[in-house]
């Protein structure tokens, strides 16, 4: 049962979804994420193809559509790409800040794949100068980026490095030169609410809003290192329809 796992408890106390969970949402929804799924089912088949610490050795990998993943550091990126992917030890999960320190592109799908998910440094305080130089030359050059998905912690809410980052990428989405892309937020670490969950994500989802009008809907996760993950299909989905793989 749903509601005797600790961490789906958790959410459920603080944003009250279960009946959702229990629900399964439409029969359309389902037959979509059903859909996006499949082109994750594979795992194995997921290739690492390159850690790229340059604006030169960009130009070196091109094709698939892209998807960018960015967040304050040890917001819990590492932890919901591998359980987006499909592989506990892809990425490398530490509770040491700043592991990343390159863009590190990975392949989704059977040869020749279906596209590529990267995965950038963290910003805050343990970034870097030449890293966000580097991410921001990605952002304004890359034909290929699709969708641009910036983590927030339920546990922390928005901080001051977080609305920078929000801010400036609506900003860029806004630009007369216009971008390909489209940004969303993700919210990680919903387990780690408590009782007052649901107003801490009211404000957290009114902030995004407030800072990045351009963004789209937040999706609400959580990858404890034991239980079942949250909202792993969803991000699966909207990684598989901003690529165009689903309508």
Known sequence: MLASTPNVAAISRALHVLPTLRAGGS???RCISSRANVI???AKSVEFLAAVGDKESLSLLDG?????????ANVG??????SVIGRRDLLFTSKKAGRTQTLNFFRVGSPPGRLVVVD???????GRPEWGALFNHYLETRKQLCRVFILIS???????????????????IQSLDGTC????AIITRADALKTNGRAQ????????FRIAPTCLPPIITSCPSKGIAFGIDEVRKSISHACGILP
């Open 64 to 72: 698939l559509p892209e998807v960018v993943v960015t967040g304050r």
């Open 154 to 172: 339920a546990a922390h809410g928005m901080s001051a490095t977080d609305e920078a980052m929000l801010s400036s990428l609506n900003a860029q």
């Open 120 to 126: 950038s440094p963290g910003y805050g305080a343990r």
């Open 181 to 184: 892309w489209t940004l969303q």
């Open 40 to 42: 994750f089912k594979d």
């Open 77 to 82: 990126k590492s932890s919901l790409l591998n």
């Open 201 to 208: 994500m009211n404000q957290i989802e009114q902030d995004i």
């Open 27 to 29: 029969g359309s929804s």
